[in-house]
């Protein structure tokens, strides 16, 4: 077939299965978006903002499972994009985005609505592309869908001249791709295999630590629990790996880190194993290296090379795909008649159970005074009976909504980790509950961080998404404050807000139902009401106590096992 560039575009889509795309149209993708407007393989969803598109393919790619597509114009529209580009990347999430630009002839002239655009992201992609010919189109299509979903996955941007939409070629789609510099590894090395497990069973006091490749990863989430259970072995993960094990099981001591519980962040301090299970050591969760698992051996798997040994050094590393690497681990543990010291893992849960009992989260809730942010969080999850897809915005809701909210499966929480992004919230929960219908989703956000993308409640409104938005509204940038009350002697400098809008009338005004929570006995029907909700969106303002903490809290250059609990 001899097609247009913008055929092929679509085509190609076609070919790769897509089933959503979010964007925003402008003049150097009007071709694309007219054969986008003549088939009907896929459906377009029109965001309000080019950071918003990002945001919602990668909720939608987080829940899903497949690959987030999203479509901006040139110039200011791709630059627009950046940060949702920078934030899956942080975050290792496949999308693939596509960016209109000038004609070829025109590029490099200051031509209207011209952008570097390759160059400006080439620190916020896993890669990117330049289409020059449209004979090359199909095959980068290919190529960055590939790219993105494999390895470690990520963002790629795919760059169309607007004079290629129009050139025509004949088309033949890619069935397979081979990059000879890209030949990402999935299985684990067989002799390193042998040798975690004999060091898993020789451990006196293992500790598994887990991230966001648990979840990503295909079977991932279960063989880790299993993981867990064969060895009675304590797991710990990190804000990206929520929902990895689930939050009743046994072995779960929480969150790590920053602000992860005292237990967790004390048995990793004094475990003499860590096996890293796609982590890559974020500062937020070693604190000060040195004093990070500082007795400890560590395994570290993971499927990028180069996040091994990048920060904390690993005695033995497992390059590959966790959900292949645990399996692998799983069957060789099993082939094994030498089993763990029981004696040795009652001791070291003895000591767990004694660090579990500070209650490191415990807070006061009084019956008739302001509402406290964590009392919020423990009602929503008692609502939704912790099976709700909840995703956040950056700051203190952040925290506490990763600790009190509790996860029993994978792919039902959704925050912005690496690059911590305020406005992520609401355009990502847009992707989740395109990409989960049925589920209810949940979005826990601040009354900053929610105006960063509150237009988008207009996509919720034109797609019928009953998207629960539940604002702490404490009238501060709260983790600024939080910073500024503990480092700073209370200089609270721009981190109040004079002026806040009605957040419940500004929901009505885009179409939705707004509710204002000031008093706690009115917070239980408020929620039921937004639960029963299936047709619109729901904003509650929820105010709550302003000088409230996230605790416990690691400070800047601490170890980890030195927190401040209250």
Not at 100 to 109: A, F, K, L, S
Request: overall charge negative.
């Amino acid at each position: 077939m001899k097609l247009t560039g913008a055929q092929i575009f679509v085509e190609c889509l076609k070919r790769e299965g897509v089933e959503l795309i979010f964007g925003y149209p402008g003049g150097a993708v009007l071709s694309i978006y007219d054969e986008i407007f003549k088939q009907n393989h896929f459906r377009h969803v029109l965001v309000r903002h080019e950071q918003s598109a990002l945001h919602a393919a990668n909720g939608y790619a987080r829940v899903s499972g497949r690959c987030g597509v999203a479509i901006v114009t040139s110039g200011p529209g791709a630059t627009n994009a950046v940060t949702g580009l920078a934030d899956s990347y942080a975050d290792s999430v496949p999308t693939v985005c596509f960016s209109g630009q000038v004609p070829t002839n025109m590029i490099g002239n200051d031509a209207f609505q011209e952008a570097d655009t390759v160059g400006i992201t080439r620190s916020a992609t896993k890669h990117n592309f330049l289409v020059k010919r449209v004979e090359d189109l199909a095959i980068t299509i290919r190529q960055a869908f590939h790219i993105a979903t494999t390895g470690r996955q990520g963002p790629v941007l795919v760059d169309i001249p607007k004079d290629i939409t129009n050139d025509t070629c004949l088309f033949e789609y890619p069935e397979t791709v081979d990059i000879r510099s890209y030949k990402p590894v999935s299985q684990g090395h067989p002799g390193q295999v042998r040798r975690a497990a004999k060091m898993l069973l020789e451990a006196e006091r293992p500790m598994i630590y887990s991230g966001g490749g648990a979840v990503s990863s295909v079977g991932g989430a279960e063989r880790l629990t299993e993981l867990a259970s064969l060895l009675n072995a304590p797991v710990t993960n990190t804000l990206m790996g929520l929902g990895a094990i689930p939050c009743d099981d046994p072995h779960f001591l929480g969150m790590l880190g920053m602000h992860g519980t005292y237990e967790a962040n004390m048995a990793v301090t004094g475990c003499d194993l860590l096996i890293a299970i796609g982590a890559r050591f974020d500062d937020r969760v070693t604190g000060r290296l040195d004093g990070f698992a500082p007795n400890a051996k560590v395994i570290h798997i993971d499927v990028d090379p180069s996040s091994i040994s990048k920060n904390i050094h690993a005695h033995l590393p497992i390059v590959g795909d966790v959900g292949i690497v645990l399996k692998q681990l799983i069957d060789e543990l099993a082939r094994r008649e030498t089993k763990a010291d029981t004696n040795a893992l009652a001791a070291w849960w003895q000591q767990i159970d004694g660090w579990r009992g500070r209650d490191c989260l415990h807070f006061e809730q009084p019956s008739d005074g302001k509402i406290k942010p964590q009392e919020v969080i423990r009602r929503l999850h008692a609502a939704t009976a912790g099976e709700a897809i909840v995703v956040t915005d950056v700051g203190q809701h952040q925290m506490w909504a990763a600790q009190h909210y509790g996860f029993r499966k994978p792919r039902r929480w959704l925050t912005s980790g690496g690059l911590g992004t305020m406005g992520y919230g609401l355009p990502a929960a847009l992707g989740a509950q395109m990409a989960a219908p049925d589920a209810r989703t949940i979005v826990i956000t601040g009354d900053g961080s929610f105006q960063m993308c509150t237009q988008e409640l207009a996509t919720a409104f034109q797609y019928k998404l009953p998207i629960t938005v539940v604002i702490l509204n404490n009238g501060y940038l709260g983790m600024v404050r939080q910073w500024q009350e503990m480092f700073y002697q209370q200089r609270y400098s721009h981190s109040y807000f004079d002026a806040l809008p009605n957040f419940a009338k500004l929901a009505e005004a885009y179409g939705g139902i707004g509710i204002k929570v000031e008093q706690l006995d009115q917070l239980d029907g408020a929620i039921s009401r937004a639960m029963a909700e299936r047709e619109r969106f729901m904003v509650l303002d929820v105010i709550v106590e302003g000088e409230e903490n996230v605790y416990p809290m690691v400070p800047a250059g601490a170890a980890i096992n030195e927190m401040v609990l209250s």
